[in-house]
């Protein structure tokens, strides 16, 4: 009795990247990750002509990816995608079956920002005035195609304690001539009157529309509301959380307390906690539109597109077929 193809060169050294966090961010993980799923499929059926070989070894190079960061949310999006749309009764069937959802992920991917800007662009007016928190790259696309239509655009950008991620975003605003102010986070109530929407990213949206991002998202969308301020998440599809139909919860990360306070002045002040979440939930009510690659959509009709693109439950195919798992998937760090 032969042994299954071996895993793959190329998922080897995509999971060595990816667990060494030299390949990182949303859609850099989830491309490589299909590159490296569809390499996986040639080689394997050079190897073997047996289907359930082929099957077999595809199932084990996800779990060679899966098992390097369980908890970035674009990685098992990207194994979902491909190999949940891998069948076929003969090899040749079903290694054109993965390339084919590897090529239709990458292209998607490859679109998905420029199309989700476009979309976001349309919601804003010219004159518009945006409220920022973080960095996000997504936001940050509706805000170009927004100025690139020709729009007068300006914007607040809240600093983002501890780590001060609105600097980027700031200096970024600028490159494209937005006026810019910058404050401090806990400004952001007296600045929202002068705000014509809250745009925000998201590192993973659940299915019932509730949306993770940056610690303090879920105060300014309370407040934002409270003064008639719609907010705006623009978030790839990528960062849908399918976990989430069956129930399971967002792990929210909890940062290193040297973001907080230096060592120096932790000990002057004497035995304390330090808590520093990276993430916080807000709640759908709390938002107006989630803005996709896909099209705008009310939060609560966000789990339409999840099922559309994922499977109608949190499948995964790289498991073998009766396994169980009860472990979660959380937000991308």
Request: charged residues 30%.
């Amino acid at each position: 009795m032969t042994s299954d193809p071996p895993i793959s060169d190329v998922v080897e050294s995509t999971a060595a990247d990816i667990a060494s966090m030299e390949t990182r961010g949303a859609a850099t993980i989830a491309g490589a990750a299909a590159d490296a799923i569809a390499a996986q499929a040639r080689e394997t059926a050079d190897r073997t002509a047996d289907p359930e070989a082929f099957e077999a070894t595809m199932r084990r190079a996800g779990r060679r990816l899966y098992d390097t960061r369980p908890t970035a949310v674009s990685l098992p999006n990207a194994l979902r995608y491909t190999l949940g749309r891998m069948e076929g009764d003969d090899v040749d069937t079903l290694r054109d079956s993965v390339v084919a959802a590897t090529t239709a992920f990458t292209d998607r991917l490859d679109r998905a920002q420029r199309d989700l800007g476009r979309v976001g662009a349309n919601r804003l007016r010219d004159g518009d005035t945006v409220l920022t928190h973080c960095h996000s790259t997504d936001a940050l696309s509706c805000v170009e195609h927004a100025v690139e239509q020709g729009k007068d655009i300006s914007a607040i950008v809240k600093e983002t304690r501890p780590r001060n991620q609105g600097h980027i975003t700031a200096a970024q605003l600028r490159d494209l001539e937005v006026d810019v102010t910058l404050i401090v986070d806990s400004a952001a109530r007296r600045y929202l009157d002068d705000a014509d929407h809250v745009v925000v990213g998201a590192d993973s949206i659940a299915a019932d529309g509730g949306v993770v991002n940056k610690i303090g998202t879920s105060g300014l969308a309370v407040n934002a509301r409270e003064r008639g301020v719609p907010i705006m998440v623009a978030a790839q599809t990528i960062k849908l959380h399918p976990d989430t139909l069956t129930g399971h919860t967002v792990e929210i990360e909890m940062r290193d307390e040297a973001e907080v306070i230096e060592a120096d002045a932790r000990e002057e002040i004497g035995e304390i906690t330090i808590e520093n979440p990276a993430f916080d939930v807000t709640p759908p009510r709390y938002v107006d539109a989630i803005v996709t690659e896909s099209g705008q959509f009310p939060p609560e009709s966000i789990v339409t597109l999840m099922r559309e693109l994922f499977g109608e439950s949190a499948d995964r195919p790289w498991e073998e077929p009766d396994a169980t798992t009860t472990d979660s998937t959380g937000p991308i760090a």
